[in-house]
């Protein structure tokens, strides 16, 4: 069993930078693939980065592509989402998952992950 909880949250905005963190307790995250997701209001959850248990690959979403950097630094138990150029449309619930058997495009799923935290809000002016 994992617990993950996130922080670095909060309001900025657009063209401004946030820093997201995902604090892992319970067991190590090595030898698990670790992915952020976001829901905003009235939508589905939906994958926005996801780094496989070995850290070298590494998997975004479109919209997250050039803009998001993900990193994971099993030292610390940590994964963490650099997110900079922010727009509007990124506001969501921002929320950090866990998963001991997912690989490749499997990590874009979030029925693939097994541990969740119960999100951070980030909220991006115009």
């Known amino acids: 069993q994992v617990q993950l909880v996130e922080s670095g949250g909060g309001l900025v905005q657009a063209g401004g930078s946030l820093r997201l963190s995902c604090a892992a307790s319970?067991?190590?995250?090595?030898?698990?693939?670790m992915g952020w997701f976001r829901q905003a209001p009235g939508k589905e959850r939906e994958f926005v980065a996801a780094v496989s248990w070995t850290g070298v690959s590494l998997y975004y979403a479109d919209s997250a592509k050039g803009r998001f950097t993900i990193s994971r630094d099993n030292a610390k138990n940590a994964v963490y989402l650099q997110m900079n150029s922010l727009k509007p449309e990124d506001t969501a619930n921002y929320y950090c998952?866990?998963?001991?058997?997912?690989?490749?495009?499997?990590?874009?799923?979030?029925?693939?992950?097994?541990?969740w935290g119960q999100g951070t809000q980030v909220t991006v002016s115009s």
């Open positions: 319970g067991r190590t995250i090595s030898g698990l693939a």
């Open positions: 998952a866990a998963t001991p058997g997912g690989y490749g495009s499997t990590l874009t799923a979030r029925e693939k992950y097994a541990y």
